[in-house]
């Protein structure tokens, strides 16, 4: 395996800030939508947030400092409505921009850290972090039906996690994605085209449990790697879209 040069570097590390502003915008769109002030200490919003925040700072290089990380650390840490605004809109950009400046005068390589990572780079361009860092281990060692499992079951828990329920599988799907306020959606459902965006990705999502979550978790073992990769780029397309409806400003 070759080192890693600073460009891959970049991309990794831009492409799960992406996925943390994603999240950030998650949040934000929880409180407003249940109009809560803050979130609980017990509530997995704001636990799995600081998580996804100390595994990024865990790809930083020795001595790297980015711009509004410590801005960051201490909105992640109250949680506040407010704080997941200043995340979204100004401590993620900071930092995305002193990751691009970062090795400009000097061409240095990131040694081993994303090597537990690579399937192969073109595959894993299209991937949402979380898939890549709960399924490509199990594509690497063969166990397909593995990571098709996982892929599925990543997509149903963030549903459930925005939507505050505690069903499971088809019912899950057709009880809380839609295209009214406070629903569960693919897209910002504001018009027409957007609201088609969002059924017709309900509908594949509804797909993947029925045609390959349930037959998988009854043992059924028939799709090779190439296939197991395409569900994982279909799952890293629904886990990117994922929102809140929000009302319209009016």
């Not at 037959?215 to 990769?229: M, R, T, Y």
Request: proline residues 3%.
């Amino acid at each position: 395996m070759s080192k890693i040069n600073l460009d891959e570097w970049q991309y990794e590390v831009l492409t799960r800030l992406d996925g943390l502003e994603q999240k950030a915008r998650h949040c934000r769109q929880y409180l407003v939508a249940r109009r809560l002030n803050e979130l609980e200490d017990s509530s997995p919003h704001k636990s799995t947030f600081n998580d996804s925040c100390e595994q990024i700072e865990g790809w930083f290089p020795t001595g790297f400092k980015p711009n509004r990380i410590n801005d960051l650390r201490r909105h992640a840490h109250f949680a506040m409505l407010h704080d997941f605004y200043d995340i979204e809109l100004h401590d993620i950009p900071a930092i995305k921009q002193s990751v691009l400046r970062y090795g400009r005068k000097s061409e240095s390589f990131i040694h081993d850290q994303l090597k537990h990572l690579r399937l192969d780079s073109t595959v894993t361009d299209a991937l949402h972090p979380l898939i890549k860092d709960s399924c490509i281990s199990s594509v690497r060692k063969r166990e397909y039906r593995q990571a098709g499992l996982a892929a599925i079951s990543i997509v149903m828990d963030e549903i459930r996690r925005l939507s505050d329920s505690q069903e499971d599988g088809d019912q899950l799907i057709r009880k809380v994605i839609g295209t009214q306020p406070g629903k569960i959606a693919f897209s910002g459902c504001n018009n027409d085209n957007a609201k088609s965006v969002t059924n017709g990705l309900k509908q594949i999502t509804q797909g993947l449990y029925k045609g390959v979550r349930n037959p998988a978790s009854h043992g059924w073992d028939d799709f090779g790697k190439l296939e197991v990769v395409q569900v994982m780029v279909i799952c890293s397309l629904l886990l990117n879209r994922l929102q809140i409806v929000e009302d319209p400003i009016t």
